[in-house]
């Protein structure tokens, strides 16, 4: 009998789940950027909801939830309906704040499910503004080291990976810089460019069209080798400072306990938007690689990203709360 009323149960289920993604979107489906608007996350959010909205025939919807390095915005999808009409991107903040903030009020691992990679990994560069007068790694750390605490870094927020970039260039080199956060990159960009702070350590897809105008200059690389879209750039592993593989990647979550079905769907069309070639045209103009990992894949490059930054936070000793 016990058994009879299992198999009803499982039986009952998956039924539930085919009429999920049967009647799967029929009013519209929001997309959360826990970072303000024209930052990397918010550009290449937008390029996946448009064609998102063209696949499913109804309003894909950006929805700016910026505050705390991402962690308001994906708090609040942490805790939406898991319905498949509450969806988030974010970057590979997600795995620095679990390790930076003492306490958070949901669980990344255990409160979000992964949905997708929409860009791959790609190394942070390490830019500066021309009023500094350095072109190259080497000199940077000759004035840091005669101005120490003088030479400021802006990040897209305390905890981002743009910090944690500064904070182990900073302690490999042996200088001290001053880490000055904004609410996204968005707004530190702004002052960069305008010559407030003095470097910057963002992802590519954010900067690419201001080292090409030469409005800001390219001093390094973060990843573990030369980026295709910067190949005269060294790797800071180039200059002499050891390991240092920080990147910058974007993926996409719905609340954890969403249908399988739903989830699949969610993957099917992105997948598929992140082959379109003027989709694929727009990613190399910003400097990234489209990505498309299926949910299992995205689960464990997430897993293993969490362990990997967890030894970087520690060397630097960031602590946030």
Known sequence: MKIAVLLLAILTLASADGIYAQDYPNRPVKLVVPYPAGGPADVLGRLVIQKLSEAFGVPVIADNRAGANGNIGTDFVAKAQPDGYTMLINTGATTINAHVYRSLPFDLLRDLGPVTMVAAPSGLVMVAHPSLGVGSVKELIALAKQKPGQISFASSGSGSALQLAGEVFSARAGVKLLHVPYKGAGPAFND???????????????????????????????????????????????????????????????????????????????????????????????????????????????????????KYVKETGMQLD
């Open 192 to 310: 960069l460019l305008s010559g407030q702070v003095q470097l910057m350590f963002p992802a590519t897809v954010s900067v690419m069209p201001y080292i090409n105008s030469g409005r800001l200059r390219v001093l390094a690389q973060t990843g573990a080798s030369r980026e295709a879209s910067l190949p005269n750039v060294p790797t800071l592993a180039e200059e002499g400072l050891g390991d240092i593989d920080i990147t910058g990647w974007f993926g996409i979550w719905v609340p954890a306990r969403t249908p399988e079905s739903i989830v699949r769907r969610l993957y099917a069309e992105i997948a598929r938007a992140l082959k379109a070639p003027d989709v694929r045209e727009r990613f190399a103009a910003l400097g990234v690689s489209p990505s498309g990992m299926s949910p299992e894949e995205f689960a464990e490059f997430v897993r293993e990203e969490y362990e990997r930054v967890g």
